[in-house]
């Protein structure tokens, strides 16, 4: 029998896993309900060792060890977070029972999708090195992964490649899309604090008003980006928060602004702290207000290396035949924790399709069951391929 006939069999627990999660969405940083189930079915799988909070942090550890030595393993990375949208799907029975979360990237999927693996590779224990498995938040502010990494949890395990998959709307369901290079956004956190150089109210003359200034530096900002950057590697600033003034009278002495910027392209990641000085240095002065930017990278720009992207597509093509794969694979604007991972390791993030589907972040969004099979299929061959190679770091 093919990997593909024997992980069907396990389709209706797959659907059942993730099923659950999805009725039950946490956020990145209230993750204890889907970190205990995950915890439990690695156990019941009989995985040789489960970690359960890895470092304090939200997260997942699962060992698969071939024998007592020491070897190289592959690194399968699945993200588990709920995003903080409101669904609105009633064509489903088993809808979230939270309000303002649901799984809106198809990470109850990616979840169900690695247990499913999981489950298959404890039993049949078809690989020569070690499998580790980390569940993790997935759009998280990264501190935790980072705090991971730092702790040594790579070296530990002896990890030597990272893969994880991400769900694509709008690609065939089921097909398999990979290329090197940049595929999912760099995750950053923009905060402009604006102050006026004295108290100003409707009457005073002079141009003091820290609401002008915010509104300018965001029309400014908007259009710099529309025409400075190469549309073919995005930067997204989105403006979600602007706080200033508590009255009708008086022009208030401060405004805040607050923007996630996300962006392709690494070097697209450093163009826009180098440009915020000069831009919001012209607009404060003609403004007469003072201006504080902090910025902080909150997720790397997960970029996949080509020797990696060559071994997936090898196994996908045994696997699924040359009509299951395509070359091409879409950059995405949502950024994924696997990513910090990726900065140390050679890997990828490799995209499967949904179908014609609610797009990402969509409210009526909803994860394809019929695609459970071969993407929990895709994971079980790489590793058993990954474990019989040389393997390698980065």
Sequence with gaps: MTVLSEMTALRTDMMRWR???????????????????????????????????????????????????????????AAMEGQPIQEENDAIK?????PKCMHALGYDGEV????????????????????????????SDGLGIQSMIEG??????????????????????????ISAGPRLAALG???????????????????CNP??????????????????????????????SLMAGDNFTHIPETAELKAIVRSIAPDSEKWLPAHLDYLIGKLTEAYHVQATISYRVVCPAAINQERSVKFVREVAKKLMGEAGLQEYQPKLMISKDAAYF???????VIGIGNGRTAALYDPQYDFNDDILVTGASLIVRLTEVFTVRKSHGK
Excluded at 155 to 177: S, W
Excluded at 189 to 207: M, P, T
Excluded at 342 to 348: D, I, N, S, V, Y
Aim: glycine letters at 6%; hydrophobic letters at 40%.
């Design 342 to 348: 990726m900065r140390e390791r050679p890997g990828a």
């Design 152 to 177: 040594g949890v790579l070296d530990h395990f002896g990890i030597q490649e990272i893969y994880t998959l991400q769900n694509y709307p709008a690609l065939p369901a089921g097909q398999i899309a």
């Design 189 to 207: 956190e923009l905060l402009i604090h604006l102050s006026a150089h004295n108290q100003c109210n409707i009457f005073s003359r002079g141009s």
């Design 19 to 77: 099923h659950d999660i999805h009725q039950h969405p946490e956020p990145a940083s209230q993750l204890q309900r889907t970190v205990s189930k995950v915890a439990e079915l690695l156990r019941r799988f009989h995985f040789d060792e489960v970690i359960e909070n890895y470092g304090q942090q939200q997260a997942v550890i699962g060992i698969l060890r071939k024998n007592e030595e020491q070897r190289p393993a592959i690194g399968l990375v």
């Design 211 to 240: 609401i002008l200034a915010a509104s300018a530096i965001i029309h400014s900002l908007d259009s710099l980006i529309a025409t400075s950057i190469d549309s073919s590697n995005p930067l997204l600033v989105s403006m979600n």
């Design 94 to 98: 088993y809808g979230s029972v939270h």
């Design 112 to 139: 169900a999708m690695f247990l499913g693996a999981a489950q298959y590779l404890a039993k049949e224990r078809n690989f020569k090195n070690n499998v580790v498995f980390i569940f993790c938040p997935g759009e």
